[in-house]
């Protein structure tokens, strides 16, 4: 294995150097706000809002374990991110890894499948966000209010980023703190409230011997049902890897980035699963009653503490789904910036161009603001299609970068850091890289055998097609030499002169 070269006690921005970039984008993110940037993105509050109801129905209140089957095949995931994120704390994560350890080829089609993944994964966040939100504002939930909803949420969530990292980061931040605490605050009511004063509620016991809403023989719930449950958690648990993105705004990456992510994941998974089971237990009534109330995980609440408590856990909830909508937005432009600084797409200039005062990438932003609108458009505010085409995409880019580590390791090209105290795998490296993939590829293969998911391959196919595209011109930029993957400071300086040559160049033609 090679070495970082760069020893332990350096500036981040030294650090940077070695991977041949200046720092270009604000370094402000701590460890803490690393975690909060993940933990908003997985946003369980947010998402148990929308998706408890539908998941409840199809099984019953078993449904509650997949959080923890949900949890046992991620993790996998997560520690081969933790590996790399130690290793590379580059901005453009997946982008860079595959790049830098198997080749920019290979790069660019991690980098491809990742866009696809960000921009499904915000609208979908903001479909989730407007389904949420009609029925409080009373609208009718349709697919075209909820498009228009979804609209306003995205917009707002590119505003905040556009206007600096530190808004985004400190709006995430105060999310993610009220959202923790909301949640357990609430939970612990509803607990103690079930346990001694609650009536009509549902035994403790009923995630074991409920197999069905209301006791329905299990035997007799289709298959598809199982599968279709599973969305929550395996949704949910999405875009923790945020913290690996943001590594060049981020203090000391190498270490903060491993931590937020594997903090973020157990918590959220931990926190789903109990935060699930004790509204379950609290349901009053029968569940098969409950669920013919819109937005059934709010109806507990208001039933069980009142009216202005629920109104306050709804607030929480709205917000924790605009902090995961600025959470997306953030890591998308940010994979548009990397690969567009490596001029892999037309107009990468252009889209790689950090503004002066804000340090964002205002142009990607616009950019990836109208591709959102337009999935925003074609998915006309179905939140069932955004969200399965959201997790397959995920879990495609997980996989092919796993499969870059694996490859990676094998070729011995994943550099070792400096130092002490970096997380690692070491030996254990294939064998986590192999299950990781096992559950990537079973997730996504999971989510496409229900005939109700079919359309996903056929969008998902539409949007590789559309990358088939910009696929050429990357490779086409890079066997030309016009895109580079630069590898050290000396690498940069030269793309940087020939960038100067060029712009006086054109300076001089116009």
């Not at 993105?245 to 203090?251: R, S």
Request: glycine share 10%; proline share 5%.
């Amino acid at each position: 294995m090679t070495s970082s070269g760069v020893p332990q006690g350096a500036s981040d921005d030294d650090d940077l150097a070695q991977f041949g970039y200046q720092p270009r984008l604000r370094r402000s993110m701590s460890t803490f706000t690393s975690f909060c940037l993940a933990f908003s993105m997985i946003a369980i509050t947010g998402t148990l809002g929308p998706l408890f109801q539908p998941v409840l129905a199809q099984v019953g209140a078993v449904a509650v374990w997949y959080w923890l089957i949900a949890l046992a095949g991620v993790i996998w995931v997560v520690l081969v991110f933790m590996h790399m994120a130690a290793r590379i704390p580059v901005t453009g994560y997946a982008y860079q890894w595959a790049s830098r350890i198997v080749n920019p080829y290979y790069g660019w089609v991690v980098a491809m499948i990742g866009l696809i993944t960000f921009t499904t994964g915000a609208t979908s966040i903001g479909a989730l966000f407007g389904s949420v939100l009609a029925p409080e504002l009373g609208i009718d939930p349709t697919g075209t209010n909820i498009m228009f909803l979804a609209i306003g949420a995205l917009t707002i969530g590119f505003l905040i980023n556009i206007f600096g990292i530190r808004i985004a980061t400190r709006f995430n931040n105060g999310v993610a703190i009220g959202e923790i605490t909301a949640t357990i605050v609430f939970a612990f009511l509803l607990l103690v409230g079930a346990l001694l004063f609650f009536k009509g509620g549902q035994d403790a016991s009923v995630i074991v011997n409920n197999s069905g809403v209301d006791g329905v023989d299990g035997s007799k719930i289709p298959t598809v049902n199982w599968i279709l449950a599973a969305t929550l958690p395996i949704f949910a648990l999405l875009g923790w890897e945020a913290s690996a993105d943001l590594a060049e705004e981020t203090h000391n990456p190498r270490k903060a980035a491993p931590k937020a992510m594997f903090r973020a994941v157990t918590v959220s998974a931990l926190g789903g699963f109990v935060v699930m089971w004790i509204f379950i237990v609290a349901i009053p009534g029968s569940i098969s009653e409950a669920l013919t109330h819109p937005n059934t995980f709010f109806w507990i609440v208001e039933e069980r503490l009142g009216a202005f408590p629920a109104a306050i856990f709804k607030v929480i909830a709205f917000f924790s789904l605009m902090g995961c909508i600025v959470a997306n937005i953030a890591v998308a432009t940010r994979l548009i910036f990397s690969v567009s600084r490596d001029r892999m797409l037309p107009f990468s200039r252009q889209l790689a161009a950090v503004h002066p005062r804000f340090r964002t990438p205002v142009t990607a932003s616009i950019v990836l603001w109208a591709i959102c609108m337009a999935i925003n458009i074609a998915g006309a505010g179905n939140i069932f299609r955004v969200t399965a085409m959201a997790a397959v995409a995920y879990y495609f880019t997980y996989g092919t970068t796993t499969i870059g580590v694996l490859i990676g390791h094998l070729r011995g090209s994943i550099p070792e850091p400096s130092g002490s105290g970096y997380f690692g795998l070491g030996r254990w490296t294939v064998p986590v890289c192999v299950i990781a993939i096992v559950w990537c590829f079973g997730v996504s293969a999971a989510y496409l055998v229900p005939s109700e998911n079919h359309y996903v391959v056929r969008y998902f196919l539409y949007a590789l097609g559309i990358g088939v595209l910009f696929t050429a011109y990357a490779w086409w930029a890079l066997r030309t030499g016009r895109a580079a993957v630069p590898q050290n400071a000396t690498d940069a300086a030269a793309q940087r002169d020939r960038e100067d040559a060029e712009n006086e160049k054109a300076m001089v033609n116009g």
